[in-house]
T-cell receptor, first 112, second 109 residues
């Protein structure tokens, strides 16, 4: 019973490419989040959204943008991919107040 | 600034030994605190939250506001407990979670 689906499990892109990471949830959650997960750094929040067409910057938004046109879909966009954006990207959704996120399985992005 | 610190990158124990994964936080208000776990090749999932004061899979965690800590404990570790554990807090508002760097627990037979 998959609840949060990330469209790609592995992705390899070239430096300078525009990259789209897609996330869809089927639980009618208001809040959605994008994190990147790096060894020794844990999970760092990139962007989050608490409603359709609403977005808020997280701790490391530089080089990223997001789109939320529908409640169930939250897209992360790398405008011009760079090698330092090679990472595991995790999408999550939650219902406020937050008593537990539901995470996707992650997208491992490699930028070469 | 809000911060979660997990001082140990790796905790290695033998089966049956007690386990304590440390978590300290800095936040001026009253945060909500959580432990998340990621088993090998599985999604990150909620293990427990301090507000419910529950025990999940034998794990407990007590919030100590004086020491600003939320350590995760289990009296007798099992091999299936081997995983990556993340402590997290939410300061409320839009409910974003702030995670620590994580501790890898390795339980040896």
């Amino acid at each position: 019973d998959v609840k949060v689906t990330q469209s790609s499990r592995y992705l390899v892109k070239r430096t300078g490419e525009k990259v789209f990471l897609e996330c869809v949830q089927d639980m009618d959650h208001e809040n959605m989040f994008w994190y990147r997960q790096d060894p020794g750094l844990g999970l760092r929040l990139i962007y989050f959204s608490y409603d359709v067409k609403m977005k808020e910057k997280g701790d490391i938004p530089e080089g990223y943008s997001v789109s939320r046109e529908k409640k169930e879909r939250f897209s992360l966009i790398l405008e011009s991919a760079s090698t330092n954006q090679t990472s595991m990207y995790l999408c999550a959704s939650a219902v406020p107040p937050n008593y537990g996120y539901t995470f996707g399985s992650g997208t491992r992005l490699t930028v070469v | 600034a809000q911060r979660v610190t997990q001082p140990e990158k790796l905790l290695s124990v033998f089966k049956g030994a007690p386990v304590e994964l440390k978590c300290n936080y800095s936040y001026s208000g009253s945060p909500e605190l959580f432990w998340y776990v990621q088993y090998s090749r599985q999604r990150l999932q909620l293990l427990l939250r301090h507000i419910s004061r529950e025990s999940i899979k034998g794990f407990t965690a007590d919030l100590n506001k004086g020491e600003t800590s939320f350590h995760l404990k289990k009296p007798f570790a099992q091999e299936e407990d081997s995983a990556m554990y993340y402590c997290a807090l939410t300061p409320g508002g839009y409910n974003k979670l702030i995670f620590g760097a994580g501790t890898r627990l390795a339980v040896h037979p």
